[in-house]
């Protein structure tokens, strides 16, 4: 890519500007987003990254129009990103940023996922900046997000405005995916991992972003269960926990208000996209290479 950047919230800023130019909203997510509501991150996490949620009926587009401002998609069916073993689900579709020399060296990634493989129960982000009462989403420059010494925090302003979810419809699409893939997934584990992660977000007193009481429906009453499974050593309330969380996961399945649980092959599900040239009239971004995407 041509353009050079040093800190992530111009190079997300950038991708942002020149996906919504083609009307395809986004939001990130994972830790860049943790590490802006200002939740502590291990350095084990994968800060080197930022995540992408995009419609599903726009990933295609999407790996066009990055294509056309010169990101190299990775079609490198070895690439850690799809091991499966990696510290999230394979993305979609990804991009390793080479850095330029003030970056120090530090390559950053940027992964796509369709909407509906991470936050099905959510809208499609707007385009442009949400409304400030908008329940589910909201700028990384929002003034309720906190400053931060240690974190990304709140992000400076004067860029393209940049999406994230709400705190609480974060931990709500969290929970959910935790159900989800309770029993029967390779990404059991990473979402457990993640929900203990938001725990601490919740019980942050110098953070008060979110709270139990801001989670919908029977959200708060899920998350204090979960609390129970992950934290409790008291065999009887873990045990509460524990009945509670596998009590509604199986409800849910039941009364089909989860989809099923993702289950990861990667040997078959790298998959060539490519468009016939003109398939998109007016719209000059498809210059007849092929892009790959993991479908
Ligand atoms: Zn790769």
């Not at 589910?136 to 420059?141: E, Q």
């Not at 974060?170 to 997934?185: F, P």
């Not at 050593?233 to 509460?240: A, C, F, P, T, Y």
Request: hydrophobic share 35%; net charge negative; aromatic share 12%.
């Amino acid at each position: 890519m041509s353009q050079t950047w040093n800190r992530e919230c111009d190079l997300e800023s950038f991708v942002a500007f020149s996906l919504e130019e083609h009307e395809i909203p986004s939001c990130i997510w994972s830790e860049a987003a943790l590490s802006i509501y200002g939740l502590p991150m291990s350095e084990e996490s994968d800060l080197n990254s930022t995540a992408w949620i995009i419609p599903d009926i726009l990933l295609g587009v999407t790996c066009l129009v990055l294509h056309n401002k010169k990101f190299s998609l990775c079609v490198d069916r070895n690439c850690d990103l799809l091991s499966g073993h990696g510290f999230h689900p394979p993305p979609d579709m990804h991009i390793h940023v080479k850095p330029d020399s003030e970056h120090g060296g530090i390559t950053h990634d940027l992964t796509f996922y369709r909407k509906s493989r991470v936050f099905w129960a959510f809208p499609d982000p707007p385009l442009g900046a949400p409304a400030p009462d908008d329940p589910t989403y909201m700028l990384v420059t929002d003034a309720r997000l906190p400053e931060h010494p240690d974190e990304r925090g709140r992000q400076p302003t004067g860029n393209y405005p940049v999406k994230i979810l709400t705190p609480a419809r974060y931990i709500e699409g969290t929970i959910l995916l935790a159900l989800r893939d309770l029993v029967g997934s390779a990404n059991e584990f990473h979402w457990s991992s993640v929900v203990q992660h938001l725990w601490e977000l919740v019980a942050d007193e110098e953070n008060d972003l979110v709270t139990l009481d801001d989670l919908s429906g029977p959200f708060g009453e899920h998350m204090k269960h979960f609390g129970q499974y992950y934290f409790f050593k008291d065999l009887s309330i873990h045990e509460n926990g524990r009945k509670y969380i596998f009590e509604v996961h199986s409800k849910m399945k039941e009364f089909k208000k989860l989809p099923p649980a993702e289950v990861m092959n990667i040997a078959n599900r790298h998959v060539s996209y490519g468009l016939p040239p003109g398939k998109w009239e007016g719209d000059s971004l498809y210059d007849g290479s092929d892009c790959f995407y993991f479908q």
